[in-house]
């Protein structure tokens, strides 16, 4: 089982509609949990972090948090076309944000 | 804030050659990172220093790699004996203790 994974894509979601993006971790001890937007030859950019179970919301992003589950989300309402895009989830090792552990990523579409 | 910065952007070698490249973290930023991405893949870590110290090196990194950080500011990525299977982007990424790493646009490296 790898570390970290996301769900199977490519996703593509129609202009305005809510896009839905998964990811799984194996480590029960994992405290905190990133997203990363990457668009097509750029760097990832830190989108979103969560800490603690539950849903955090920043504009039309909101990360969901099951610990118990061992498992976080990433929506996205509204969706835009320039939110197309491969989203990155990624979980840090210990509790001193040391190095990432990379999901594989999910290319998301967003047509008009 | 004038972001991390990564020199050079593109790199072409022929197998067999060294490379080095550089990379120079946000101001105060006291941690460094590497990692590498191949396409279709999240990024895989490499190593990482706090200050000057090297803390981990991924048991994935052959011998042919080092990384330097000599003054705790900028930080060299060098790879000796260049193969095929280095082909990719090498990202360098900086963060404040205990926070969210940011990416710089990386080092695309091709070897011939």
């Known amino acids: 089982q790898k570390e970290v994974e996301q769900n199977s894509g490519p996703l593509s979601v129609p202009e305005g509609a809510i896009a839905s993006l998964n990811c799984t971790y194996s480590?029960?001890?994992?405290?905190?949990f990133f997203w990363y937007r990457q668009y097509s030859g750029k760097s990832p950019e830190l989108i979103m972090f969560i800490y603690s179970n539950g849903d955090k919301e920043d504009g039309r992003f909101t990360a969901q948090l099951n610990k118990a589950s061992q498992y976080v989300s990433l929506l996205i309402r509204d969706s835009q076309p320039s939110d197309s895009a491969t989203y990155l989830c990624?979980?840090?090792?210990?509790?001193?944000?040391?190095?990432?552990?990379f999901g594989q990523g999910t290319i998301l579409t967003v047509h008009p | 804030d004038t972001g991390v910065s990564q020199d050079p952007r593109h790199k072409i070698t022929k197998r067999g050659q060294n490379v080095t490249f550089r990379c120079d973290p946000i101001s105060e930023h006291n941690r460094l990172y590497w990692y590498r991405q191949t396409l279709g893949q999240g990024p895989e870590f490499l190593t990482y220093?706090?200050?000057?110290?090297?803390?981990?090196k991924s048991r994935l990194l052959s011998d042919r790699f080092s990384a330097e950080r000599p003054k705790g500011s900028f930080s060299t990525l060098e790879i000796q004996r260049t193969e095929q299977g280095d082909s990719a982007m090498y990202l360098c990424a900086s963060s404040p203790s205990n926070q969210p790493q940011h990416f710089g646009d990386g080092t695309r490296l091709s070897i011939l």
């Open positions: 990624a979980v840090p090792s210990g509790t001193s944000y040391g190095k990432l552990t």
């Open positions: 220093f706090q200050n000057e110290a090297q803390l981990e």
């Open positions: 480590d029960r001890g994992s405290q905190s």
